[in-house]
């Protein structure tokens, strides 16, 4: 591995990061000999701390890599935009050296003068018969270097593999440098860049005359130049950083080109300035126009006097790829928007919208005339600007925002500054500082650009008055207008039309997972329709996939989902058993196995972990999941089709609280589920988001943040709006005082904080009220049932932000296991909103509030942590006096007991043993049967009932599942387990809970699976069907005596 660092006599904190972040370094320091291994299942006697130990071998000559012998050609041309470096007493500037370097081998240039930030060294220098790692991946890069004296200005870093690829053929090349920061580099200014022809090969091949290079042509091509002017036509910036704190800055655009440089006027207080400027740059320039340097475009600040600019930006534009005018008066080329990085390279979101080209001049003193102006041609336009106010404004300089403003600036599209427009609000403090209602509306009528292209931004700047001297800035933002002009076809799009969040974007996610489910679910179906079914076997199956008994095999060789039972009947097996019933009756009495219902609730948690493991790996893990829960509907015993737990007439409860409040609420659970947003979709206000603060390229050193939001409706109109109704009537708008009150039912798939549980309460905050309820304790599905019932006004504080936290005694500061936010305004206000109302008698058929499914979220990611059942009510003062809040009430603790017995076991794999069986439910008392001492052939008899008592309802799904146990006895050592089932109860705990009776599960699966067949062979009852089976009824009168005991 080769290891790169700073410059040699660099160290300290001047050459720490390049000594620790090899990938930006500018010198090669060796190579280090490394063998990695990773052990999945390491020794115990391992340490598994860092450590190191010596070798148990002793390295020979024949670990050192093979090495060949290289040739490297190195032609330096020149390089443009360097730096201007001065010594202390010096007037004149250093002159700038070259080196070329490959491991340790080095090729030096001879210094040469520095005319405006133009260098030439016209110079070949070649490396022979270096040797160099035969592997590609072993050969270090080529770095060239410019110095001025013993000081290092830029490099660049050339891979060694991208040169043996070019076979020693390369043509000439722009490099673009980096700034040498380990020696008081150049901070934030243009490194510039070199025009090289590397060549790179074996001694063999470099050798051979194919592969010689004609230098003196080269240098020929390089030195016949001809006068050209560059013509740079300068439109537009957006999105540029923040300079100052702010937020904001004055920026300038300056042009270079073969040492000359150009500038545009500089622009006050905006970060999307229009310049509309063309700059002439007249130099020599090569005939090839692919040896000719790039223009460079550079956005700077203007600072204050006594203080010096700042580089803000720049891009690039080769020469070889700017078109030829035909004269200087030629139209310009169209303009297209440039992406722009900062000095260390990375891209930023600014754009420039520029454009440039060539023209051909007779002589050097040729002389053109005033370029023509660039400024678009523009037509009338009103702006109609209707404004909320601002909402959730942070502090700035140390106070709380008292009495802010607004300023509104749709810039001028000329110098003149005619065509534009602005106004402001007053200054409001109602009903507080930070949540400001303006509750106006403005017309603007200004000039905007015929090509949406040419856009302006609107500026969006918050003040604040309530303070001595000038008012300070808190925020500024800008709004894009092209997507709000009527006369642009493509990216038009109307008021009120903004998203609530990404609910779009997750709505069609969701679409894509379901119809990749019906595709899975199909494939099964019309796997398990090409099985052939034996004629003789009837069974029922719950849940969803294969079950896990030895004498089934799997249809598919998909992985194995248990299901909750199964009743199968095989009446052509011998009786071997020793229990109190023949082998039919044992062979009635259905495994216990694991409920879908679980498997179901896993998915969730799973799905919301796959988020952070990227769209792909989800999508198959939840195909898979589609796939085995569709083979529910599939027998794959042979004989007659087996019936799902959804097959049947057995009615479910799906919660255990009465259902008397859900009555009405529950159509968007059926009709969508998730958050209401999806339902309302839009927006009935725009929001923008205000921001303060300068970008730094080191992110821990950047301020930039967001302070506030302005709530707002923006339009553009081609006609005086005062022949036309207002988008957004201002009555509307007034102010009033609303009762809020928000319902909470219950959360599921609560990720804890820490540990396996944990013991979560909902808290709510709006504006400045918060209420917490009780604390649930020691489960992860709590059960809230509370009212949450607030006092605001409206236009005013409307974030709702609900918390579901985790209670601890020992930690002051309860952690967040995640939140949900809401905004009152976007749906009081909303139409859809509105037409929910509470059913009255002359509306009886309005739908209520929906139940809605709120996903809890944490630290600013996207990934789920559960969801929390809750809805929403807004109502005004009057009337939510007259109607007190809907009742929520839990459900009453009863005491339920689980009946289990035990009769006999069979193919227990050990000739002899003294057996026992243990069941619990949940976190219940273990119950034992007695031993059966002395058990042959794994047939033993105990003929037991196990009483295991439960109180309902449960606080999780989990506690409701069944778990038996077979053990074998042993007097001197422990016990040894044999076996283990489990069978989820939940839903018939649920059952027995909302019915308040006894209920036998496999008399009701039976009488179930009866009715369905009688069903499907049109007779009318079940006993019908016994009767055609030639089936007496004695023997379900005798079974019916026990029954009970099931």
Not at 309 to 338: K, Y
Not at 352 to 367: F, Q, S, T, Y
Not at 713 to 736: A, K
Not at 761 to 776: C, N
Request: glycine fraction near 8%; include cysteine; charged fraction near 30%.
């Amino acid at each position: 591995h080769n290891l790169y660092g700073a410059p040699r006599g660099v160290q300290g904190r001047r050459g720490a990061p390049q000594n620790r972040y090899g990938a930006g370094a500018s010198t090669y320091r060796g190579r280090v000999l490394l063998s990695l291994e990773v052990l999945t299942r390491p020794p115990r006697r391992e340490a598994t701390v860092p450590h190191r130990k010596a070798f148990a071998f002793r390295p020979t000559p024949g670990l050192k890599p093979a090495t060949a012998p290289y040739h490297l050609r190195a032609l330096a041309l020149m390089g443009s935009e360097l730096p201007v470096v001065r010594a202390p007493g010096r007037p004149r500037p250093l002159k700038l050296g070259l080196t070329v370097a490959i491991g340790n081998h080095v090729l030096e240039y001879a210094a040469a003068a520095n005319a405006r930030g133009v260098v030439e060294w016209n110079e070949l220098l070649t490396l022979k018969g270096v040797h160099l790692p035969v592997l590609l991946e072993e050969l270090p890069d080529v770095v060239a270097c410019v110095v001025a004296g013993r000081r290092h200005v830029g490099f660049c870093r050339i891979p060694a593999a991208a040169l043996l690829k070019e076979q020693m053929r390369g043509a000439p090349t722009w490099h673009r440098l980096t700034a040498e920061a380990a020696r008081g580099g150049l901070g934030d200014e243009n490194p510039g860049a070199l025009l090289l022809q590397l060549g790179l090969g074996l001694s063999e091949d470099a050798n051979d005359p194919h592969f010689r290079w004609d230098d003196l042509g080269l240098l020929e091509k390089f030195a016949d130049k001809r006068p050209c002017c560059v013509r740079v036509y300068v439109y537009q910036a957006r999105n540029l950083p923040p300079a100052t704190a702010e937020g904001l800055l004055d920026p300038y655009v300056k042009v270079r080109f073969c040492g000359r440089k150009e500038k545009t006027r500089a622009h006050a207080h905006t970060t999307n300035p229009l310049f509309y400027e063309t700059l002439d740059l007249h130099a020599l320039v090569p005939r090839d126009a692919r040896y000719g340097p790039d223009v460079v475009l550079q956005v700077w600040n203007r600072r204050a006097v006594g203080r010096r600019n700042a580089a803000i930006c720049s891009l690039r534009l080769p020469l070889g790829d700017l078109p030829e005018l035909a004269h200087d008066t030629a139209r310009a080329p169209d303009p297209r928007w440039h992406g722009c990085v900062d000095a260390s390279g990375r891209a930023l979101a600014t754009e420039l919208l520029c454009c440039a080209a060539r023209i051909r001049k007779r002589d050097a003193k040729e002389k053109f005339s005033k370029p023509p102006s660039i400024a678009p041609l523009n037509r009338m336009a009103w702006v109609e600007v209707t404004v909320v106010g601002v909402r959730r404004l942070r502090s700035a300089y140390g106070s709380s925002p008292r009495r802010p403003w607004l300023r509104f600036d749709v810039p001028a599209p000329d110098d003149k500054g005619d065509g534009g427009g602005t106004f402001r609000t007053p200054a409001s403090a109602q009903p507080s500082g930070r949540d400001a209602n303006f509750l106006v509306r403005r017309v603007l009528q200004v000039e905007l650009p015929e090509d949406p292209e040419l856009a302006p931004r609107l500026d969006i700047r918050c003040f604040d008055s309530s303070r001595v001297g000038a008012a300070p800035l808190l925020g500024s933002c800008a709004v894009d207008l092209r997507p709000k002009l009527p006369w642009n076809p493509v990216d038009y799009v109307a008021p009120q039309s903004e998203l609530f969040d990404d609910a779009q974007a997750r709505a069609l996610a969701e679409q894509r997972e379901r119809e990749e489910r019906a595709k899975a679910a199909k494939a099964d179906e019309d796997d398990a329709s090409d099985e052939d079914a034996e004629p003789g076997n009837v069974g029922v199956s719950f849940g969803a996939g294969d079950g896990d008994n030895d004498d089934l095999s799997s249809s598919d060789g998909e992985s194995v989902v248990h299901r909750e039972l199964e009743v199968r009947g095989d009446a052509g097996r011998d009786d071997g058993g020793t229990g109190a019933f023949g082998q039919d009756m044992l062979d009635s009495l259905p495994p216990v196995l694991e409920d879908a219902r679980y498997r179901e609730e896993l998915a969730l948690r799973e799905e919301a972990i796959l988020h952070e493991q990227g769209e792909e790996r989800r999508g198959l893990l939840e195909t898979l999941g589609a796939r085995l829960a569709a083979a529910a509907d599939v027998g794959e015993a042979p004989g007659e089709p087996q019936y799902a737990l959804k097959d049947l007439d057995i009615d479910f409860p799906s919660q255990w609280a009465a259902a008397d409040f859900v009555d009405g609420r529950e159509w968007w659970l059926h009709q969508e589920s998730g958050e209401l947003e999806k339902y309302l979709h839009t927006r009935p206000f725009e929001t923008y988001t205000l921001y303060r603060g300068r970008r730094h390229p080191n992110p821990a050193k950047s301020t930039l943040r967001e302070v506030g939001h302005v709530k707002a409706v923006i339009r553009v109109l081609d006609e005086d709006p005062q022949f036309s109704e207002p988008l957004f009537p201002l009555s509307v708008l007034r102010v009033g005082t609303y009762a809020v009150r928000v319902y909470v039912i219950r959360a599921a798939n609560v990720e804890p904080q820490d540990g396996p549980t944990a013991d979560p309460y909902v808290r709510i905050k709006l504006g400045d009220d918060v209420q917490t309820g009780a604390v649930r304790r020691s489960t992860l599905k709590p059960d809230f049932y509370e009212c949450f019932e607030f006092s605001t006004r409206l236009p005013g504080p409307a974030q709702v932000k609900v918390q579901l936290r985790d209670h601890s005694r020992w930690r002051p500061a309860h952690a967040v296991l995640g939140e949900s936010r809401l905004d009152l305004e976007d749906r009081w206000f909303h139409r859809k909103w509105q037409a929910l109302d509470e059913r009255s008698e002359a509306n009886p058929g309005n739908p209520l509030k929906p139940i809605e499914v709120r996903r809890l979220t944490r630290d600013g990611s996207l990934v789920a942590r559960g969801q929390l059942y809750a809805w929403v009510e807004i109502r005004k003062d009057a009337a939510a006096r007259r109607d007190p809040p809907v009742a929520l009430e839990g459900p009453e603790r009863r005491e339920f007991e689980v009946r289990v017995v035990v009769w006999a076991s069979k193919d227990v794999p050990f000739e002899m043993g003294d057996y026992y069986v243990q069941a619990q439910v949940g976190n219940s008392r273990p119950q034992k049967t007695d031993v059966h001492w002395r058990c042959r052939n794994g047939k033993a008899s105990w003929n037991w009932r196990l009483k295991i008592g439960v109180e309902l309802p449960l606080a999780s799904p989990d506690l409701g599942r069944l778990s038996v146990q077979l053990w074998d006895q042993d007097v001197v050592k422990w016990n040894d387990i044999v076996g283990e089932a489990t069978v989820d109860l939940y839903r018939w705990l649920l059952k027995a809970y909302h019915e308040n009776r006894a209920v036998n599960v496999f008399r009701e699966v039976n009488e179930a699976v009866a009715r369905k067949k009688a069903e499907e062979q049109g007779l009318a009852t079940a006993e019908d069907l016994a009767e055609s089976d030639g089936s007496s009824d004695d023997d379900d009168d005798d079974d019916d005596d026990d029954d009970d005991d099931d």
